[in-house]
């Protein structure tokens, strides 16, 4: 069957609304059972006493990439009906250094906050809620931001084609930069302070 | 094995879990994976409850909600669901429901929940600005090698290890 299902019209729209449900199910557990639940443990690659996040999150970009060139290559997928982010730089960049900022002070990102919220933490309850009244704020303020939001607009821009070489030769790449990271992580955190939490 | 809470799984595995969902996700419905989008969708769903106006005249909200849009039969809202019920089921699993507030031992209960609240208020707005956080923008991004996503990804880690020096004692 040649993905993504959902286009390929054998299932109807009811079904791709189970899908998701179960997919956010695979989603929550693997963020709830690597620890991400844990702000102190998310919050430890900053501070070099705990890589998970990296470790986790690389190794997911690199499973996710690496399946979806191996399904297109085999002619299971389409890789031109996948839904694939825009690129607006501006937006991109201010929009990534607040979250950054937001991610520094209240230790969680949405996901794991709602993971966290789900295990009983109430400071991941407490942020979750506090993204509700950002996002408000942003949409009610959306006419100052509004120039910045659509500019720099590249289209569905892939990364590969600005250093001008192949999606493969990309994701080989990307494989041989998280290794690196990866083993670099432990160094650190083999030299850094244990902190108990 | 310990049963108190304290067992997480090898972080790889972790990914490889997350990363293989997140395929799935883009097999069966073309997309990947988020959070940020259902708050957007509550937050524009519930406004327009109240003032449908508003949201008409809005160049943001008329884009989630009014007419034809049903902001809260969303795919993202339902994938949020199931977040939720998968990372219960993690918590039974290992042990770890607990109704506490995690911080640090040198701060207090009270100052951890200030900057949880206000923490989530800037990454909420950032959210918006950058049509996605990190599952939605960054991580769904950098599979598909949207070079958005990945420019997203290094703004968030590169300002949040700056950032966290800042708030260090917070943390440590």
Request: aromatic share 14%; proline share 3%; charged share 10%.
């Amino acid at each position: 069957m040649i993905g993504p299902i959902v286009s390929s019209g054998l299932i109807s729209p009811a079904w791709d609304n189970i899908f998701a449900v179960l997919l956010g199910m695979g989603f929550g557990f693997a963020l709830e059972s690597s620890g991400f639940s844990s702000s102190r443990k998310i919050i430890g690659t900053f501070f070099g006493y705990d890589f998970v996040v990296v470790k986790v999150f690389f190794t997911a970009a690199i499973v996710s990439s690496l399946g979806l060139l191996y399904l297109s290559s085999l002619g299971l997928l389409d890789y031109s009906q996948l839904y694939i982010q825009p690129t607006f730089l501006a937006s991109a960049i201010f929009g990534g250094i607040i979250m950054g900022i937001g991610f520094a002070m209240g230790g969680f990102c949405p996901g794991t906050s709602l993971c966290a919220a789900a295990v009983g933490r109430i400071d991941g309850l407490i942020f979750f809620g506090g993204m509700f009244i950002g996002v408000f704020l942003f949409s009610e303020s959306f006419p100052l931001f509004e120039k910045m939001y659509y500019s720099g607009s590249m289209g569905a821009k892939m990364i590969n084609s600005v250093f001008g070489i192949s999606p493969e030769l990309f994701t080989f790449l990307l494989v041989l930069m998280a290794i690196g990271m990866f083993w670099g992580a432990g160094w650190i955190q083999n030299r850094v302070k244990k902190i108990e939490y | 094995m310990k049963y108190d809470g304290s067992n997480y799984l090898n972080p790889y595995l972790g990914g490889v879990i997350l990363g293989t969902v997140l395929l799935l996700s883009f097999y069966i419905s073309g997309r990947g994976l988020g959070a940020s989008g259902a708050v957007k969708n509550t937050v524009a769903a519930t406004v327009n409850v109240i003032a449908p106006r508003h949201v008409e005249e809005s160049a943001y909200y008329s884009q989630f909600a009014g007419g034809e849009h049903s902001p809260m039969s969303n795919w993202l809202v339902y994938e949020v669901l199931g977040v939720l019920a998968g990372a219960f089921l993690s918590g039974i699993l290992f042990n770890r429901l607990k109704l506490k507030v995690e911080h640090s031992p040198k701060i207090t209960s009270r100052r951890r929940l200030l900057f949880a609240l206000l923490g989530g208020l800037i990454f909420g707005f950032g959210t918006q600005l950058a049509r996605g956080c990190t599952s939605g923008a960054a991580l769904s991004g950098m599979a598909v090698l949207s070079l958005g996503g990945y420019i997203t990804m290094v703004a968030i880690f590169g300002t949040a290890f700056g950032a966290a020096w800042i708030f260090r004692k917070n943390w440590i």
